[in-house]
Each structure stands twice: as structure tokens, then as C-alpha cells.
């Protein structure tokens, strides 16, 4: 297959730029103010809790609903002008694939559809659904199914690709090889968008994480900027004999704490004063560890705040 490299700069067109988008249905405000820019080249995981406003920023970037305010552009223009001129692939969630055809017939469909389109055979394979190409449509798994979705995404020469839970359904291996696509996809300069609730792949394939909260941006870096920024640190003992609980709730700058069998895990704002004072309740904790905490402990410690600051 013959690709294109891509070089990019700080001064390019960003690849999707929202200026204070908004989008309500009726009462409820799925996007509010949204501001962000996504440069090409990026690899960038959109997270949020059900209700954030991911989807509905998916639908208007792909031009899929209209804002009710603010600006959304692609590549400088309307996102239906660079979809139409082959630019944008996507694969989303919603909506089923055609039926009564083969998985080379629909990919087929999809090239020719494609003002740059690759050759099918190298769709396919790319997709890992070659072994497949002549089984109907309506006859797949889920796993080949998303494999297929994926097909179409990338069935021409896009710039940017913008995937709505794409590893859904896949098994880990189909999971890693689709990962290793997109990577590829990055390095030749294409931004790639992907919103996911495998916060495991966000942290190890993203090189920037976006989190949304009730349509806001809440947070925005990279996987070991939004760890740090959720401020907090997971610490974990064995304490001998009977444990005090209410003692240790009485810690300072304590989060959270769990008590299973002898074994305590706290998550801390403050490890150091937090254990300082744990040797102080005169207890004597075995198999001490401190660390940072994981992609998915921090966002939800940071959804969590947010959550309590507006309740």
C-alpha cells in the first residue's frame, strides 16, 4: 500500500477546532461551552462517565447534528466539507451495517465511495477480516463486526479518524493488532479521536486524554498529567490482628478506604502526612506500597469532585 507522510507544525490548521460549542435537547444541556483543538498527528482518547457528552460531540463534529452555538470546524472548514472530500473516516456505535452482502462487497462499496480510496484487498487485510471477505454481512460476530466498522473507516486515504468504542466486542488479541493500526495511522500524521470506556487502552495508546463532565471539558493532557492532576495517591498495607476502621477513616487527607481482610487500601491527597500519621496511630503496616494511581482511579477521583461541587 502506498501512503502519504505527513509532516505537521505548530502553526497548522488544527485538524477539529470547537469555539464555545453548545447543544441542548430540550431541558438537557448535552455539550455547554465546549472549547478544544485537536492537532494532526494526535492520538487523543475522549472519556467521560454515560451522560458526558461524548456522543453528542462525536455527532457534531461529523456534522451529524448542528450546534445550537458556538463553532465547530474541520481542517478549517465545515465538517460536511471535509467529509465530502474524503478527509474524515469514522466508525461509529450507532447504526447497523448493510445486510444481505458479503464483507468484501460492502468494503468494496466503501472504497469506490472514497475520493481516495486504498485497494480492497489491503482494506481487508488491514481489518483482519481477509478469512472473511465472502461470509454475509448479517452471519458476523460482534468482534468481526467492529472489525468490519473499522474497515470502512479506513477504507481511503483520510486525515483524520474518529472512532466511537472501536475495541467493543474485540478479543485481546484483535484488541492489540487494531491498536497497532491506529498507531501506524498516527505516525504517517492522520489525528485519530477515539472515545472508549477501556480506560486501559486510553492510558496506553493516547497521547492525549480528554475528559468530559456533563458536557464540559473537565480535563486535558496527557495520561500522566491527568493521574497528577486528580491529586491523589493509592497507598496499601496488611495490618495484624483486629483493625481500628474508624481510626484509620480519622487519617489525614484520606479519600477513600477499603478494608478487606487484613489487608487496607487507602487513596490519600497527601501520602506522605497520611502515613506519617498511620505510624502514629502506633499501628505497624507490612508490605507497605505507595504509587500513583492508575488512569482509571483518577478519573474517577475526578468526575467524583466534580460530581460533589456541584451537588
Not at 455527532?59 to 472530500?85: K, Q, W, Y
Not at 486501559?200 to 458536557?215: F, I, P, S, T, Y
Not at 497507598?235 to 487496607?264: C, K, N, Q, Y
Amino acid at each position: 500500500m502506498t501512503t502519504t507522510t505527513r509532516t505537521t507544525t505548530a502553526t497548522a490548521t488544527p485538524a477539529v477546532a470547537f469555539e464555545q460549542v453548545g447543544k441542548s435537547y430540550g431541558d438537557v444541556r448535552a455539550v455547554d461551552g465546549l472549547t478544544l483543538a485537536l492537532h494532526p498527528g494526535e492520538t487523543v482518547a475522549l472519556l467521560g462517565p454515560n451522560g458526558a457528552g461524548k456522543s453528542t460531540t462525536l455527532d457534531l463534529l461529523l456534522g451529524l447534528r448542528p450546534p445550537d452555538t458556538g463553532t465547530v470546524r474541520v481542517f478549517g472548514g465545515s465538517p460536511r466539507e471535509a467529509i465530502v472530500a474524503g478527509r474524515v473516516g469514522a466508525m461509529l456505535q450507532s447504526g447497523g451495517l448493510m445486510e444481505e452482502v458479503t464483507v468484501e462487497e460492502l468494503v468494496r462499496l466503501h472504497c469506490d465511495l472514497h475520493p481516495r480510496p486504498y485497494p480492497v484487498r489491503d482494506v481487508l487485510a488491514r481489518a483482519g477480516i481477509a478469512q472473511i471477505a465472502d461470509r454475509k454481512v448479517d452471519k458476523l460476530s460482534g468482534g468481526q463486526a467492529q472489525r468490519v466498522r473499522f474497515a470502512l473507516a479506513t477504507a481511503g486515504d483520510s486525515d483524520l479518524i474518529v472512532l466511537d468504542e472501536p475495541t467493543t466486542g474485540m478479543d485481546v488479541s484483535a484488541r492489540q493488532s487494531f491498536w497497532a493500526t491506529m498507531r501506524e495511522q498516527a505516525d504517517q500524521g492522520r489525528t485519530v479521536l477515539f472515545a472508549t470506556h477501556y480506560l486501559e487502552e486510553a492510558d496506553a495508546v493516547a497521547d492525549r486524554v480528554l475528559v468530559l463532565h456533563r458536557g464540559r471539558l473537565l480535563a486535558d493532557g496527557t495520561a500522566a498529567e491527568i493521574k497528577a492532576k486528580a491529586g491523589a495517591r493509592r497507598i496499601s498495607f496488611d495490618l495484624e490482628g483486629t483493625i481500628d476502621e474508624a481510626a484509620l477513616r480519622g487519617l489525614p487527607f484520606l479519600t477513600s478506604l477499603d478494608v478487606s481482610g487484613h489487608t487496607v487500601r487507602i487513596q490519600s491527597a497527601d501520602a506522605d502526612a497520611t502515613v506519617h500519621a498511620l505510624y502514629g496511630l502506633g499501628v505497624y503496616p507490612r508490605n507497605l506500597e505507595v504509587a500513583g494511581l492508575g488512569l482509571e482511579q483518577a478519573f474517577v477521583a475526578l468526575t467524583a469532585a466534580e460530581e460533589a461541587k456541584q451537588s
